[in-house]
């Protein structure tokens, strides 16, 4: 059980990557913290507003659950007392190897968040002396139920966690949940409708909604005791202490079996797939070749897909909050929304500013088959045109349905001409950051846990990195200025004409431009491949 | 000559990796170049590759030089690098179809050539699976089979046995030898004395980036085991058993 703290201790102190580690820590200490006193104090201020206090509480409740059953998956591959495998050589009995891993999940950050954000419950709802023992009995309850279904589910999941695909799923996952925190935000102002009656009636109405169901779970039982008469609340909180039991069970019989047979990922035939994929035409030779590489590692490397998800994703999701929220404004006030489409293209090209860093030392194929002196643009060109195949058609998208949505199709024509001349240009310039900054990516990164995004590579590196991709994004600005002075007038005065002019000069310039940066981008390439290999290989 | 290198050079801040190294390989010969980890074999062989620059020296692959011709030179040599990856989220079949139009061959011909190096180097049953999942001997040899896949002069291979399985390690072995028997000439990298010895007829025994000695395996050994050779040209072996004496005792 002082493993747990002699880990901690040690993942502190240790190592190359201690001080982001540290800060990293910090980090997780201060936002779980103040998340989970803020879930306490606005549940506490939420006394006497009718039926609010006992929904927020079970919705607190069970996303508290949720959370506490999610977060193994993402921190699986960096949290040694998750698996029991790898805690199957210490000299332990069964019984000794379970307290240390239960023990274990009840020390650091997340109990101590969740005890405090629960806690909130006492304030928000108790009556008397008898309910407030229960709403304590009940909160004790709640840490249990969250940290044995936590272990079951790791336990159970540990054979695929372990496993490469476990530990894609891991960082996908990651992904998904840092693009929810962009969801929240927009869902937040429609539940409370920015203080607005009406909109607050409506927040209400829709968190009863959501709460009346999970009432009927563990961690709704628990929420609700306290208010309960108290034959009632016994029962619940029993209720709740057989499902603590029935997960506990579950655990131990999973870990026993992780630990008789430990680790055999086995391999799954899978279908054939074939280079290029299918429904897709792309030249043959070596561009080809790269286009469909880069896509087919979009899906299957999650690093790659994280990082355009979260590029793309991210803009994506900005009209969404006032679309739906409106707060006073017309549809047509939010016409210009459109132009969010230019931020989307900027930030999806300047996901190839380190094409070579997220190769990797398998870069030295790229190098070792380069026969023609054409070779050096291929590679480059291939990069940017697999950025396009996929961001092209999002954009389109979006264009589309926000100018549907807007009413706003005037815009439409301007906006798409100046993104997709912001695409051409800033994969031209993030070929040339490409050469001229690389630096190396580690191979296993997670949002969370030990293997953080700070850790691993060259500090230095990567900040050299992160000032040429800001350069980067200066030049790129520079290079639109000869488009304001189409782009200004569409703005001020929207007209067809000037609209459907942008749409084609805007691309053809941005062509244009991307072209010429990318012939500078593989002069050096072709000079210097042996440095930008040795750039981003990873200090061995 | 297949391979000819003269005075190359590299060192690593103050750290010197490669300190003037000749090389002579004849044509079709199945040449070892041996010694201790950090003699500086990695080193020498990425300079003849083309993969890092050498600080001073030049290298001829085929009669062409590799630092002032590097396209043409490349289109001579096949490459098994140690510690680089490989596009590992490809497929086995993925991968050779992709090194294949890499170096913009005909797609028909890459098909039938990935085919057969898959089937002889028994990876038929796994062409559909991704190299991140195969295990070290079947990347070793699916890197194989990506570099014979343009039918290279000279195959240049960094510990292509380390950590492979018996049975791969049979396979890998006799793919070589027939592809030097046909006319091409392999230059391999090995901490392993038994596997020089019986596989090579050249060797040339590196310690501490310097080439010690060179030549045919029959020449150097003269009627001692190769170990020997190494271990006297070396230094070091058979010393301090005295200071373990506790050792074994019960």
């Not at chain 1, 628990?222 to 029962?235: E, H, N, S, Y």
């Not at chain 2, 009627?223 to 070396?234: A, H, K, M, N, Y």
Request: with cysteine; net charge positive; aromatic share 4%.
């Amino acid at each position: 059980m002082r493993l747990r703290l002699a880990l901690l201790r040690g993942s502190l102190r240790g190592g190359a990557g201690a001080v982001a580690r540290r800060v990293g820590f910090v980090l997780g200490l201060v936002m779980g913290l103040g998340a989970s006193v803020a879930a306490f104090v606005g549940l506490a201020v939420s006394r006497g507003h009718g039926v609010l206090p006992g929904d927020l509480a079970v919705v607190l409740f069970s996303s508290l659950v949720a959370g506490w059953v999610v977060l193994p998956i993402l921190t699986f591959s960096s949290d040694d007392l998750l698996d029991p495998s790898r805690l199957a050589l210490l000299p332990l009995t069964r019984r000794q190897l379970l307290t240390v891993m239960g023990v274990g999940a009840l020390v650091g950050v997340p109990p101590v968040a969740t005890l405090l954000a629960a806690s909130g419950l006492l304030p928000a709802v108790v009556t008397s002396p008898t309910s407030y023992v229960v709403g304590l009995v009940a909160v004790v309850l709640l840490l249990a139920l969250c940290v044995s279904a936590s272990r079951a589910v790791a336990a159970l999941l540990s054979g695929l966690l372990r496993s490469r695909r476990g530990r894609d799923l891991g960082v996908a996952l990651s992904a998904v949940v840092a693009l929810s925190f962009q969801l929240i935000n927009p869902l937040l102002r429609v539940v409370t409708g920015d203080g607005s009656t009406r909109g607050s009636r409506v927040g209400e109405d829709a968190l009863h909604g959501l709460a009346a169901p999970l009432r009927w779970t563990p961690a709704g039982w628990l929420a609700a005791a306290p208010t309960q008469p108290l034959p009632t609340a016994l029962a619940s909180l029993a209720g709740a202490a057989v499902v603590i039991a029935v997960l506990l069970v579950v655990w131990e019989r999973a870990v026993r079996r992780g630990l008789e047979r430990p680790d055999r990922s086995g391999s799954r035939r899978r279908r054939e797939t074939g280079l290029v994929p299918r429904g897709l035409w792309l030249p043959a030779g070596r561009v080809g070749a790269l286009v469909a590489k880069d896509l087919r590692y979009l899906v299957r490397e999650p690093k790659r897909m994280v990082a355009l998800v979260t590029s793309i994703g991210v803009p994506v999701l900005i009209p969404l909050g006032p679309l739906l929220a409106g707060g006073g404004l017309t549809r047509s006030d939010l016409a210009p929304l459109v132009y969010v489409a230019c931020g989307i293209a900027l930030f999806a090209g300047l996901a190839g500013a380190n094409r070579f860093g997220l190769d990797g030392s398998a870069t030295w194929v790229l190098l070792a088959s380069g026969t023609d002196p054409r070779d050096a643009r291929r590679d480059l060109l291939a990069g940017d045109i697999a950025v396009a195949v996929v961001v092209v058609p999002v954009l389109l998208a979006f264009v589309v349905v926000v100018a549907a949505l807007t009413g706003g199709w005037v815009h439409a024509a301007p906006a798409l001409g100046c993104a997709l001349a912001l695409l051409a240009i800033s994969t031209g310039v993030s070929a040339v950051v490409s050469v001229v900054a690389a630096y190396p990516v580690p191979e296993r990164t997670s949002m969370f846990g030990g293997g953080n995004a700070f850790s691993g590579g060259n500090a230095g590196a990567s900040l050299t990195a992160g000032l040429a991709i800001f350069v980067g994004m200066g030049v790129e600005l520079a290079l639109m200025l000869p488009l304001l002075g189409l782009l200004l007038p569409a703005l001020l005065l929207p007209s067809t004409l000037l609209g459907i002019l942008l749409l084609v000069v805007g691309p053809a310039y941005g062509v244009l431009i991307g072209t010429i940066a990318r012939r500078l981008a593989a002069k050096r390439w072709a000079g210097r491949g042996p440095e930008v290999l040795a750039l981003v290989q990873s200090a061995r | 000559m297949a391979v000819q290198v003269r005075g190359l050079a590299r060192r690593f801040g103050q750290v010197v990796a490669v300190a003037g190294v000749d090389l002579d390989v004849r044509r079709g010969a199945f040449f070892g170049l041996v010694g201790p980890n950090g003699a500086g074999k990695t080193t020498t062989l990425a300079m003849v590759t083309g993969l890092l620059r050498p600080d001073l020296g030049a290298a001829r692959v085929d009669g062409i030089d590799v630092w002032s011709q590097p396209l043409l030179a490349r289109t001579r040599m096949g490459v098994l690098p140690e510690g680089l990856r490989l596009f590992e989220r490809l497929s086995g079949r993925e991968l050779l179809t992709f090194t294949g139009r890499l170096r913009g061959m005909d797609s028909s011909e890459v098909d039938s050539r990935a085919g057969q190096l898959l089937d002889v180097l028994g990876l038929a049953d796994a062409d559909n699976q991704l190299v991140v999942d195969y295990s070290t001997g079947m990347r070793k040899k699916v890197a194989l089979a990506a570099a014979l896949l343009h039918n290279p002069a000279v195959l240049f291979l960094d510990e292509p046995f380390e950590a492979v399985d018996p049975v791969s390690a049979r396979t890998i072995r006799d793919v070589l030898s027939a592809f030097t028997r046909r006319g091409g000439t392999v230059v391999f990298s090995s901490h392993v004395m038994e596997l020089v010895e019986r596989l090579c007829d050249e060797v040339a025994i590196m310690a501490a980036g310097r080439v010690l000695a060179a030549g045919t395996v029959d020449e150097l050994r003269a009627g001692r085991p190769l170990e020997q050779v190494f271990v006297e040209l070396v230094g070091g072996g058979a010393t301090g058993h005295e200071s373990l004496d506790w050792l074994g005792q019960t």
